[in-house]
Nanobody
């Protein structure tokens, strides 16, 4: 079983910064892509940023230049540094990991519980 536990959300004023973290634990062989998605009330979930185990990061156009995704493979943790936050960034942010749970099965996706980020104007 794999668990993703996220933390770091909260309330911040526009222009401020927050850092989200998400750690994976449990039994698995390796973690491929990790990332962050968000979903605001009444809206569809959208990709924020992803980072493969080795390769190029990917960002939504709306956060490019403001958010930075990174990971620590030794700690099985993905981070999201959010700067210059805007009220439209208000959402529930959930971490995601594509995990190889055994050598004989395909990798599968796991989700964290979500953390609320609220940006006041």
């Amino acid at each position: 079983q794999v668990q993703l536990v996220g933390s770091g959300g909260g309330l911040v004023q526009a222009g401020g910064s927050l850092r989200l973290s998400c750690a994976a634990s449990g039994s698995f062989v390796s973690i491929n892509t990790m990332g962050w998605y968000r979903q605001a009330p009444g809206k569809q979930r959208e990709l924020v940023a992803t980072i493969p185990r080795g390769g190029t990061t990917n960002y939504a156009d709306s956060v490019k230049g403001r958010f930075t995704v990174s990971r620590d493979n030794a700690k099985n943790t993905v981070y999201l540094q959010m700067n210059s936050l805007k009220p439209e960034d208000t959402s529930v942010y959930s971490c995601y990991a594509d995990v190889q749970t055994s050598l004989i099965t395909r990798s599968r996706g796991f989700w964290g519980q979500g953390t609320q980020v609220t940006v006041s104007s």
